[in-house]
Structures are given as structure tokens and as C-alpha cells.
């Protein structure tokens, strides 16, 4: 494992982000706030993953938050892109300052149900990436259906796309 290689993830996973977050300034607030028996509305969906990634940057930094984001601090689309951008520019020098070989440092954390598991960063770093992968979807089946795709998200379409990609 790399920093590069880790780089280039989370450009695409800023990129794919994005499209999403593009896609959901269409839906009507009652959609943007509405759940049902088998999904989490696309709010918590999106607050969710932005939790995960600020929970987990807190955590190689050696601080373990008690609790995630709570998703009524977020009443719109712009507010979570707000907070997201944050996020972003901390992950984005949290990358510059990585270099290879801590990569391989094991992360020891408390989670919010008081455990203490530890992993190697690089493990934890593929973890959060993948983890937006899947709550991506789930938020781009909920726009899908209601006429608001965010279209193709594949890593390839970044990497003919993305100067930062390849």
C-alpha cells in the first residue's frame, strides 16, 4: 500500500460524493427528509456517511467521539455539503502529511458502543472509502426512483474524467 494509491481513492470518493450531493439538491424537502420500512431517508443516508468519514478521520488522529453526527443539525442539502467540505479539506491534509510507512500503524479507538478494536490505518482508510460506496448507492436508489440519478459513479468514469484520477 501507498499514500498515492490511497489519494487517488479519495478523490473519487470526493467526486462520486459530489455527484450525489448534485443529484439531491433536486429532491423536494419532503423527499429529502421522508424514510421508509426498508430505507433511511436520503438525509440520514447522507449525514450518516459524512458522520462515518469524520468519525473515522477523528479517530486516526487519535481522538475516539463518544456519538456521530446527529442528521437534524442538517436541515438541507447545502448544510451537509457545508460540513462535508470540511471534512474534506481535513482528510486532504491529513493525506499530505501521510507518508507510506504509516500506513501500516495500527489505530487503536474507542467506538460509540465503548469498545476498543484496533487496525492498521491502511485498513481503515479502505474501510471508509467502501463504506460510502454502499451508502452512495443506497442514496442514488433513492434519487433514481424519484427521476434525480446521479448518473454512473464507476472508479473507471473518474479516471477518464478526473485529472486527479489517473
Known amino acids: 500500500m501507498d499514500v498515492s494509491y490511497f489519494s487517488m481513492l479519495y478523490e473519487y470518493d470526493y467526486w462520486a460524493n459530489e455527484r450525489i450531493l448534485r443529484a439531491a439538491e433536486n429532491a423536494s424537502a419532503a423527499q429529502f427528509l421522508a424514510a421508509t420500512e426498508s430505507r433511511w431517508s436520503l438525509r440520514r443516508t447522507l449525514v450518516h456517511t459524512l458522520s462515518a468519514e469524520w468519525l473515522w478521520l477523528s479517530r486516526w488522529r487519535g481522538v475516539s467521539p463518544t456519538a456521530g453526527l446527529n442528521e437534524r443539525d442538517f436541515p438541507t442539502v447545502e448544510s451537509i455539503r457545508a460540513r462535508?467540505?470540511?471534512?474534506?479539506?481535513?482528510?486532504?491534509?491529513?493525506?499530505?502529511?501521510?507518508?507510506?510507512?504509516?500506513?501500516?500503524?495500527?489505530?487503536?479507538?474507542?467506538?460509540?458502543?465503548?469498545?476498543?478494536?484496533?487496525?492498521?490505518?491502511?485498513?481503515?482508510?479502505?474501510?471508509?472509502?467502501?463504506?460510502?460506496?454502499?451508502?452512495?448507492?443506497?442514496?442514488?436508489?433513492?434519487?433514481?426512483?424519484?427521476?434525480?440519478?446521479?448518473?454512473?459513479?464507476?472508479?473507471?468514469?473518474?479516471?477518464?474524467?478526473?485529472?486527479?484520477?489517473?
Not at 493525506?95 to 476498543?116: F, W
Open 84 to 166: 462535508w467540505r470540511a471534512v474534506e479539506q481535513d482528510l486532504r491534509a491529513f493525506l499530505a502529511a501521510l507518508n507510506d510507512e504509516e500506513l501500516k500503524r495500527v489505530v487503536q479507538y474507542t467506538n460509540t458502543r465503548g469498545q476498543s478494536p484496533a487496525f492498521p490505518l491502511w485498513q481503515l482508510m479502505a474501510h471508509v472509502v467502501n463504506h460510502g460506496t454502499q451508502h452512495r448507492a443506497e442514496a442514488a436508489a433513492l434519487l433514481t426512483d424519484w427521476g434525480y440519478s446521479p448518473g454512473d459513479m464507476d472508479l473507471t468514469l473518474f479516471l477518464q474524467e478526473s485529472p486527479r484520477g489517473g
